[in-house]
């Protein structure tokens, strides 16, 4: 059974606004949640993790601002207090990190170091 808990990562209104507008395209599966996580990997070491999965058993299940979000309790440790923007500049557009708790990030900001 799911917990529901407050969510450990924030949202800019820039990445609501993203993500909302990919949630409503024609086709987009309803049942899936916005999985925010991290893996090992990338010039620093870990990799984050973000993109439309299905819920896992072990997952902790929160919402942010009517996004149903899903996140391994495990990765807490490494993402707590982050932000999540959405960019969209002359140089990038994208998601972007942004970390309280990386000792060190790559240039193109995908992965990190604790």
Avoid at 36 to 62: N, P, Q, T, W
């Amino acid at each position: 059974m799911a917990t529901t808990v407050q969510a450990p990562v924030n949202l800019s209104e820039g990445a609501v606004k993203e993500l909302k507008r990919i949630m409503a395209e024609p086709g987009f599966d309803t049942t899936q949640y916005l999985r925010i996580g991290v893996k090992g990997g990338g010039c620093s070491g870990m990799s984050y993790m973000l993109g439309f999965d299905a819920k896992e058993g072990d997952d902790e299940v929160f919402e942010i601002e009517g996004i149903p979000v899903v996140m391994k309790k495990a990765h807490g440790l490494y993402l707590f207090g982050m932000t999540i923007d959405f960019e969209h500049g002359l140089n990038a557009r994208g998601f972007a990190f942004k970390n309280p708790n990386a000792s060190s990030t790559c240039g193109c900001g995908s992965s990190f170091a604790v």
